[in-house]
């Protein structure tokens, strides 16, 4: 392998229910300020199904290139063919850095990737930095105590999944210009072993996704049952957000693992972060610490979560929440 041969950074987008998921632009944004670091070009890729109409924003979020790859068969996705797919149009690009959302797929296809390519991966990163030239991958390591810097400088491409909210969306340039690419992907000799034939949704029902909300009321032990978590249904459906949950309360099977916060979970950075009788261990902070306001609600004035909690109440969410949510009533009346 001539490393030489490799140059600028990829962005592996992804597209959810016909539309491109937050965490491509956030991964992009990021990426453009690596680009500019390091002196070298930035390009993206989106596959699926009638997408051409988001080569604009991905440029105007700072790609060079936007590569668009299309077919019917790409609409629905199987891990086999979009890794063996994305792994045949990397080889062709050479990219000296390859960026991939942490998500439930990006964490299937991506290690796929990295085998395909004979080279290594970095996991769940939480933070990227480019240091002296060199690109570091930073990711939290010995149950989210430490967080280990990993650098792979013989490795072509360098490969990280990032996990979704750990970057904020940069400013959106629509006068930038750049090239949109259609590529057709390259299916040939592919074995697909797995055929769609219908999509049953068990995330958690709710007006929004809870990494993608911009509220968020999650749930831990202190709810006490699951049939608390119902409260916490009522006052996040009047914020327009979401309910996520400690993965105590996923583990006692009160919630879907879907809703999981946390260094095991999700990754949120919602506006705002209600917790709710969770104590507030480092693997949960981990999840939600860049929220931009947090208020916790918990019976024990000791507990951890109240040490980075904007605003903390001491006392039980089931005499606290109806407060909330009967001044919310009110509020929203006038």
Not at 170 to 196: A, H
């Amino acid at each position: 392998m001539n490393i030489d041969e490799y140059r600028g950074i990829l962005v592996v987008g992804e597209v959810y229910d016909g539309k491109v998921r937050p965490v491509t632009y956030q991964l992009i944004s990021k990426a453009r300020e690596m680009a500019s670091s390091l002196n070298t070009k930035l390009s993206a890729v989106l596959m699926g199904n009638n997408i051409s109409q988001y080569a604009n924003d991905m440029i105007a979020y700072g790609a060079d290139t936007a590569y668009i790859m299309e077919d019917k068969v790409l609409e629905s996705y199987v891990s086999e063919l979009y890794a063996s797919v994305l792994a045949r149009f990397i080889e062709s690009i050479k990219p000296e850095i390859v960026l991939i959302p942490a998500t439930h797929t990006g964490r299937e296809y991506g290690p796929r990737i990295a085998a395909y390519l004979q080279t290594g991966m970095t996991a769940d990163c939480t933070d990227l930095q480019i240091r002296n030239g060199k690109f570091i991958q930073i990711r939290p390591a010995y149950g989210g105590n430490i967080m280990g810097e990993i650098i792979t400088p013989n490795h072509r491409p360098q490969i990280a999944t990032v996990r979704p909210n750990v970057f904020k969306v940069g400013n959106y340039d629509k006068q930038r210009k750049g090239e949109t690419v259609k590529v057709k992907p390259d299916m040939s000799n592919i074995n697909i072993r797995t055929m769609i034939k219908d999509i049953v949704k068990t995330t958690v029902t709710g007006t929004k996704k809870v990494d993608e909300a911009r509220v968020v009321v999650s749930g831990g032990r202190g709810i006490g049952s699951k049939e608390g978590f119902s409260i916490l249904q009522d006052l996040a459906d009047l914020l327009g957000g979401a309910v996520g949950a400690s993965r105590v309360a996923v583990e006692l099977g009160w919630m879907p693992k879907s809703a999981q916060v946390g260094q095991s979970g999700l990754t949120v950075a919602p506006d705002l972060y209600i917790a709710v009788g969770i104590s507030g261990t480092i693997q949960h902070i981990v999840g939600m610490k860049d929220s931009k306001i947090i208020i916790a609600i918990n019976k024990d004035p000791n507990a951890p979560i109240f040490n980075i909690a904007d605003f903390g109440i001491v006392g039980d969410y089931r005499e606290i929440i109806p407060i909330f949510i009967e001044e919310l009533k009110k509020e929203l009346k006038k």
